[in-house]
């Protein structure tokens, strides 16, 4: 599977985003997805997953309740819903899937569970 992750801007703080990562070459409803994030001179981060069917969701603690993510399988596309940003969400966002062989179901939260990846999308907010 190919992801195209967009959406990504410049903002100010308070302000809103939504990004978004379309799937090409298999249908994304195969996959759980995730949202991870690299800031300048940081370690990759998790943001947050999906599951298969969108029926379970799961965030990193400097996000939840400010970010969302959903998906669209008859679109074949994940969404980051971002709210009330803040400059510390300033980063490269990256999409990624994984069709759960690679320790998914007990660590979703590892970037090494995920086996696809797409290019980042740059999110800048300003202070």
């Known amino acids: 599977v190919q992801l195209q992750a967009s959406g990504g801007g410049l903002v100010q703080t308070g302000g809103s985003l939504r990004l978004s990562c379309a799937a090409s070459?298999?249908?994304?409803?195969?996959?759980?997805m995730g949202w991870f994030r690299q800031a300048p001179g940081k370690e990759r981060e998790f943001v947050a997953t999906?599951?298969?069917?969108?029926?379970?969701?799961y965030y990193a603690d400097s996000v939840k309740g400010r970010f969302t993510i959903s998906r669209d399988n008859a679109k074949n596309t994940v969404y980051l819903q971002m709210n009330s940003l803040k400059p510390e969400d300033t980063a490269v966002y990256y999409c990624?899937?994984?069709?759960?062989?690679?320790?998914?179901?007990?660590?979703?939260?590892?970037?090494?569970?995920?086996?696809?990846w797409g290019q980042g999308t740059q999110v800048t907010v300003s202070s």
């Open positions: 999906v599951s298969k069917n969108g029926g379970t969701t």
């Open positions: 990624a899937a994984t069709n759960g062989d690679r320790g998914y179901s007990y660590a979703p939260d590892r970037g090494n569970a995920y086996g696809y």
């Open positions: 070459g298999r249908t994304v409803s195969r996959y759980a």
